[in-house]
């Protein structure tokens, strides 16, 4: 039997177990409370740093706001500054465009005379379509004509009609055809004011201008009535308005009727007078008169034309065309005084020799394509910048059957045959074109640039 000590010796609860309970529960205790403090700190840490974030964030939005506001308004400035000078620039540009269009640059190409000899009929002519055509003459030289802003010639032949037949002996008579081939080859004005003027009569004269309107080339200097021979020429070129007049020495002692005097300009003090005050009431910025004078084949002015020359300019002739010689005359550029002090410039060309004839004399067969670069500054003022010239020479290849005739470009031409593109010339035809520019540059003179 079991005694009652050892029984509650048994049953005596084990203090050193409870220890380690208790032990355990209050480190487990411990422990928790650490772990509510971490977190309370914790929580109170990220609280803190959401909160200094988001003010972080509101100051770095608030600093690209004023970062954005400052580009903006940055922006803002440099539009209107560039604004500013697009308008200013604009403003410029329509200043220097107003300027510009206040000045005004032409190029005047002027041409000698043009005849139409039987030999150039003949050789224009095709007999299958019994039809003429000139235009293969000008091949070599039309780009200088058409390239001008105006074209002038002397035409020294009339259109009076196929009924008079062609010819050259006493007479001159041209296929119509011509003319329209002219007016292909760029020439805007033809003066007719010369000795063959009235070869057939007022009734030659008629058909001339007739075929002349035809052709659509302006003309001058032979008239149907009183009233078109006081009707002034005035061309605009570009804003350039340029009065053109025409006169001749006489008609070859063929008698003009007393009812028809106006039907041909003749070198006349008081008619020159005249229509030189006309021209100048309408205030043209240029007049430009073509004079058939001289003596035939003299390379210098006689003295009638001199005085002429002094005549016309002391009378508001700023441009001065001679023809009639058959061979080139001298140039020169003038600076003339007008009645208020002023200064303008004055341009002649004694002589232009012949543009298109088929004669033998020295110097007849070569001649010069002048061009003359006039300029209309701001203030309505005209000057004569330059004269420069193509010489030029009328070939006749005689080894061909048909299309003979040719003027050439002598410069251009002499160029290529020294580069090896002979073509249809010989050593004989080189030297002679290589004679004929000398000659040319001597008598002309250089160029005024």
Known sequence: MVSLQNRRHRFKPSYNNMDTLTIIKRVLQILIAILLIVFIFSSIRMKKSFSNQKLLADNIHNIESNEDNQINTSNENNIDIDIDSNIAS????????????????????????????????????????DTYDFSYIFDDIKYNIQTADISIGNLETTFAGSSNGYSNS????????????????????????????????????????????????AHTGTFKSEEEQNKI????????????????????????????????????????????SIAKSQSPDLICVSMHWGTEYKTEPNNEQTELVDFLFDNGADIIIGNHPQVLQPMEKRELSLPDGTKKDGFVVYSLGNFLADQNKPNSR??????????????????????????????????????????????????????????????????????????????LGDEIK
Not at 172 to 183: D, Q, V, Y
Not at 184 to 193: Q, R
């Open 90 to 129: 604009e403003n410029s540009q329509s200043n220097e465009q107003k300027n510009e269009s206040k000045s005004t640059s032409i190029n005047m190409t002027l041409l000698g005379d043009i005849m139409c000899p039987t030999t150039i009929c003949k050789d224009a002519y095709n007999s299958d379509s």
């Open 170 to 217: 006493t007479k001159f008579n041209a296929p119509e055809r011509l003319a329209t081939n002219l007016k292909k080859l760029g020439i805007d004005v033809l003066t007719t004011a010369n000795n063959h003027s009235f070869d057939y009569g007022y009734s030659g004269i008629e058909s001339t201008i007739n075929y002349l309107d035809e052709a659509d080339i």
């Open 233 to 276: 020429l005035i061309q605009n070129v570009k804003g350039i308005n340029i009065a053109i007049l025409s006169y001749a020495y006489g008609t070859n002692k063929n008698t003009i009727p007393s009812d028809k005097s106006y039907s041909v300009n003749l070198i006349d003090k008081d008619l020159i007078q005249k229509q030189l």
């Open 366 to 443: 070569s001649s010069a394509i002048l061009n003359l670069n006039i300029t209309k500054n701001e203030n309505g003022k005209t000057n004569i910048n330059t004269a420069k010239y193509t010489p030029i020479y009328t070939f006749k290849n005689t080894t061909k059957n048909a299309n003979q005739f040719r003027i050439l470009n002598l410069k251009n031409l002499i160029s290529a045959y020294d580069a090896g593109y002979t073509e249809d010339y010989t050593p004989a035809n080189y030297a002679t074109f290589k004679n004929e520019l000398t000659n040319i540059q001597n008598i």
